[in-house]
């Protein structure tokens, strides 16, 4: 099973950046979606952005022009710019791999999640 490691969580103040990185670690061929998500006390999980294998993205409205989501599918990793931060981004990030392939022939595996990254944004 794939593995992610996450880094680059911390505190900042209204109007700052941060930066969040994730590594996927084990037996892979390559990997299909790969996405950022966040989490707050009493709420659900929900989607910040995703990023497909070829470089398509999709972002959730509120961050828009805010954040922006890469990856290096020979590194494995995925990373989150985030700029003009907002107390409301305040939460844990999980970094999410949809699903990958150990065997480019045959069906993809099921992805997992990171351990989280606290973000926290304010003065």
């Known amino acids: 099973q794939v593995q992610l490691v996450e880094s680059g969580g911390g505190l900042v103040q209204p109007g700052g950046s941060l930066r969040l990185s994730c590594t996927a670690f084990?037996?892979?061929?390559?990997?299909?979606?790969m996405g950022w998500y966040r989490q707050t006390p009493g709420k659900q999980r929900e989607l910040v952005c995703t990023?497909?294998?070829?470089?398509?993205?999709k972002y959730a409205d509120d961050v828009k022009g805010r954040f922006t989501i890469s990856r290096d599918n020979r590194k494995r990793t995925v990373s989150l710019q985030m700029s003009n931060l907002k107390p409301e981004d305040t939460a844990v990030y999980y970094c999410?791999?949809?699903?990958?392939?150990?065997?480019?022939?045959?069906?993809?595996?099921?992805?997992?999640w990171g351990q989280g990254t606290q973000v926290t944004v304010s003065s």
């Open positions: 999410n791999v949809e699903s990958y392939y150990i065997d480019p022939f045959d069906l993809p595996k099921e992805g997992s």
């Open positions: 084990g037996n892979i061929a390559s990997i299909n979606d």
């Open positions: 990023i497909s294998s070829d470089g398509r993205t």
